[in-house]
């Protein structure tokens, strides 16, 4: 069964600390997303991978960074936590080959920054 | 710009038909997936179209018609549990998925 897994389910961070957010999938996909979801706002890409040590910036890149040492783990890094970047965090995955093909998404972190 | 317009929330009855519409103007067009979201949950897969015409698939059918820009997400025999969030999102020239803000379906007994 394909899976997607989030380190972290709520977080609770202070501003100005340096927030970790890791994602593992077990299905050997190419393409790893990271996404933020806001109300009244539909997915956000912040950055996505096509490959391992590959990164591209996605829409909303100011803040965050990423780093994908192996294929199957993608993280999501806030330097210095702001209020502005408190959200649900999404993650996602999918095969590399034909754009046809759906993403699967991990269950989300929902961050809060105080 | 990119945009991808649907209703902010609808209400059904349970048992009825319902249909969540999705419209788009986007750069290039290389399929439109419909999703769907429970409370609290990751989106799940439900559809892709990228010609046009009806594709159903149970009790989700979605439609594309690819000159109006425009797609629609009927949802037959409602069930409680179809309770959720519905998202539309477009794969544009570049391939990369441009999402609407999601209709919030409410069904009702």
């Known amino acids: 069964d394909v899976k997607v897994t989030q380190s972290s389910r709520y977080l609770v961070k202070r501003t100005g600390e340096k927030v970790f957010l890791e994602c593992v999938q077990d299905m050997d996909h190419e393409n790893m997303f990271w996404y933020r979801q806001d109300p009244g706002l539909g997915l956000r890409l912040i950055y996505f991978?096509?490959?391992?040590?590959?990164?591209e910036k996605g829409d909303i890149p100011e803040g965050y960074s990423v780093s994908r040492e192996k294929k199957e783990r993608f993280s999501l890094i806030l330097e210095s936590a702001s209020t502005n970047q408190t959200s649900m965090y999404l993650c996602?995955?999918?095969?590399?080959?034909?754009?046809?093909?759906?993403?699967?998404f991990g269950p989300g972190t929902r961050l809060t920054v105080t | 710009g990119q945009n991808i317009d649907q209703p902010t929330e609808m209400t059904a009855t349970e048992g009825a038909i319902v249909q969540i519409n999705c419209t788009y103007q986007?750069?290039?067009?290389?399929?439109l997936f419909w999703y769907q979201q429970h409370a609290g949950e990751a989106p799940t897969f439900l559809s892709y179209?990228?010609l046009d015409g009806l594709e159903e698939k149970g009790r989700f059918s979605s439609f594309l018609s690819r000159s109006k820009g425009y797609s629609y997400l009927l949802l037959k025999e409602l069930q409680m549990k179809d309770s959720a969030s519905y998202l539309c999102?477009?794969?544009?020239?570049?391939?990369?998925?441009?999402w609407g803000a999601g209709t919030k379906l409410i069904i009702k007994p």
């Open positions: 999102a477009v794969m544009d020239s570049n391939y990369q998925l441009i």
């Open positions: 991978s096509y490959d391992v040590k590959m990164k």
């Open positions: 986007t750069s290039g067009f290389n399929g």
């Open positions: 179209n990228v």
């Open positions: 996602a995955s999918s095969p590399g080959t034909g754009y046809s093909h759906e993403q699967y």
